[in-house]
């Protein structure tokens, strides 16, 4: 990508893919050429432009922050910053790889979202902001998350070699649908023509299917963490951190010693319930025929007696209902694909001093608590048995030819439960 931007980037993209990094060396030079990315540009380039200046940003926070130097007499040196490929990094031998990143680093920080299809470096020392362990990268992660906090869009994960002949009802009320092949990043595809890609799939790998738009694409949006915990605000579309599944994601993975951002999705299908419906009923009669006399409301009733109050009045106009928005995804880093999320993920790390000694002995021990949580999970849904090293850190760089386990029964999650799947 950044080769096509301009002549001195591609030059820089060329060393990264052959040599496996950009050394801190190369850095000024690699942000001169940054420097010169215009902001304007048409079509898809646009994004290729976006993403190298989001870049460009990253690299000064990470370099030039003195929030982030362990020197208290830390100036506008910069600090020695490496850009690594993960892809060679795992292509040295183990013992190599450890002794290389313990010699020359003190911390890891992956950027965010990594593709499915790169196998994330698990490290512990030196520690890793990032995904704690592969599986973390997975769709084992979608489902466990799902459960955890009793929210998420309906989803079936398929073995390899499982043929549909029809839809599943659960998603025959949609008309997008996400599917991700093993391995592989997701993609919205039609429900008309879901059935040919899925069988095409599941002929060689694993899918998971999940529900996402009800008459068109869901609406993705995307909730930076850490998470400000001391926020006494209700829930509302602009105040998304509020929604009860994030706030209990973040108490259980202990999201506040680490940054990323969580993907919360809206398909359109609502999931209000009757007696939201009946209030939201009720409000609107009022709003209309009250003319803004309150005193009214008093001799007001719905259709299960309960009496309605002055303060539920615009409760269907104040924000969008709770239970529209679920959890989709977690993803551990700093974002390169959006300016915005970019930079309110990297003032959370130095506001919430994500990279102080203090939090970083917390990140070590949450990691490791969800590293032993999920693999408890796989092992609970899958056949295969699944350990971690002495460390809670399976599929570390110690261990980076074991997979990520593969599904060997059909799992179906609804409604907060996740059960094998029969085919109805």
């Known amino acids: 990508m950044m080769g096509n931007l301009s002549p001195g980037l591609k030059n820089h993209a060329v060393t990264m893919f052959e040599v496996g990094k950009l050394s801190d060396e190369s850095i000024d030079s690699f942000l001169t050429e940054l420097e010169k990315v215009g902001c304007v540009a048409e079509g898809e380039a646009q994004r290729y432009f976006d993403h190298a200046v989001t870049l460009r940003n990253t690299i000064r926070f990470l370099r030039y922050n003195r929030h982030l130097s362990p020197d208290p007499d830390f100036h506008n040196t910069g600090m020695g910053l490496d850009l690594l490929r993960c892809e060679s990094l795992l292509g040295l031998d183990p013992g190599t790889c450890s002794r290389v990143l313990n010699k020359n680093y003190a911390l890891l920080v992956s950027m965010a979202p990594l593709s499915n299809e790169i196998r994330p470096v698990s490290s512990c020392t030196p520690q890793h902001i990032g995904p704690a362990i592969p599986e973390v990268n997975s769709a084992w992660f979608k489902l466990f998350m799902y459960v955890l906090t009793e929210s998420g869009p309906p989803s079936l994960l398929l073995v390899k070699g499982t043929r549909l002949t029809k839809l599943p009802k659960t998603f025959q009320a949609y008309d997008k649908l996400l599917v991700t092949v093993w391995g592989h990043d997701p993609s919205v595809v039609s429900t008309s023509n879901v059935l040919l890609v899925l069988n095409e799939a599941l002929s060689h790998s694993a899918a998971l299917i999940q529900a996402h738009g009800f008459v068109s694409d869901g609406e993705v949006v995307f909730v930076p963490f850490p998470i400000d915990t001391s926020q006494n605000s209700e829930f509302s579309r602009k105040n998304l951190c509020m929604h009860s599944a994030i706030q209990k994601l973040s108490a259980e993975l202990q999201l506040g010693v680490t940054c990323g951002f969580v993907s919360m999705l809206r398909t359109g299908r609502s999931r ?29 009733a719905d259709d299960s007696g309960v009496v309605a109050k002055p303060q539920s009045l615009g409760l269907a106009v104040q924000c969008e209902l709770e239970a529209e928005w679920v959890l989709l995804d977690c993803s551990f880093g700093i974002p390169l694909f959006d300016a915005a999320l970019n ?72 409604n907060g439960t996740l059960e094998q799947w029969e085919g109805h």
Not at 278 to 297: H, P
Not at 345 to 358: A, H, L, M, Q, Y
Not at 365 to 394: C, T, W, Y
């Open 272 to 300: 209000t319930s009757a007696k939201q419906t009946r209030i939201k009923k009720l409000d609107a009669l009022v709003e209309e025929t009250c003319n803004g006399d309150f005193s009214v409301l008093e001799k007001c």
């Open 343 to 414: 930079r309110a993920v990297c003032e959370n790390i130095t506001s919430k001093g994500i990279c102080r000694s203090e939090s970083l002995r917390e990140l070590l021990k949450s990691s490791r608590k969800l590293s032993l949580k999920l693999l408890h999970f796989i092992s609970e849904h899958q056949d295969m048995p699944v350990s971690a090293d002495e460390n809670g850190f399976p599929g570390s760089i110690h261990n980076r030819d074991q997979v990520v386990p593969y599904p060997t029964c059909n799992m179906l999650y609804v």
